[in-house]
């Protein structure tokens, strides 16, 4: 559930899980909705991002709003008082998910999640981990009963894509249609 008086403003963790391009997509799809953004990547994502596209971290830092150093505990988003719409981890990693799941905060990521279950804001993890043993799907459930929503990467084909773009756009689209953010690119069921 979303806080209709939150600021128009979402804070975007991105992990080091495969599949940065989802955060990196998140970023530019909430900047066209004219959603303020606050960006945390952690130090395994910077090598992702590396591993897995072109982009540059500096090139994140500027299709965000604002970016915070993952070990900027004392940021804005590491507070309660700072509002926001919630939180967006795309991709989520098994470690930052079980950071979150045991209240662990090493880093601004694990910290700002924790901040946004304890204010009861919205908290969505786009875990991308497969397969997946007992332990994870026990954090997941943990996560669940906390209140974060678990929304694993998985593409949906009803939407007939023919790109690598459009699976990744409509995934994307959906993860904010969490936050009752219209994107224009999710082709929804028989729409």
């Not at 299709?63 to 509002?83: N, P």
């Not at 996560?143 to 007939?160: K, Q």
């Not at 990744?168 to 729409?191: A, Q």
């Amino acid at each position: 559930m979303t806080n209709e008086h939150a600021p128009r403003r979402l804070v975007v963790g991105i992990t080091g899980a495969s599949g940065v391009i989802y955060g990196i997509r998140a970023l530019e799809l909430l900047a066209e909705a004219g959603i303020e953004t606050h960006l945390v990547v952690s130090k395994a994502a910077e090598l992702t991002i590396a591993y897995e596209t072109e982009y540059k971290i500096a090139d994140l830092r500027e299709k965000a709003s604002h970016w915070y150093a993952v070990g900027d505990i004392g940021a804005a988003i590491s507070s309660g008082s700072f509002r926001t719409m919630g939180m967006l981890i795309v991709p989520c990693s098994v470690r930052s998910m079980s950071e979150i799941a045991t209240g662990i905060t090493s880093s601004l990521v694990s910290r700002a999640a924790d901040v946004v279950l304890k204010e009861r804001r919205r908290l969505v993890l786009g875990v991308r981990e497969t397969p997946l043993h007992s332990g994870h799907l026990r954090t997941m459930l943990q996560l669940s009963d906390m209140g974060a929503v678990i929304a694993p990467i998985v593409p949906a084909f009803y939407a007939r894509p023919t790109s690598l773009d459009d699976i990744v756009n409509h995934t994307v689209g959906r993860l904010l249609d969490l936050f009752d953010i219209e994107t224009d690119v999710v082709k929804r069921w028989k729409e």
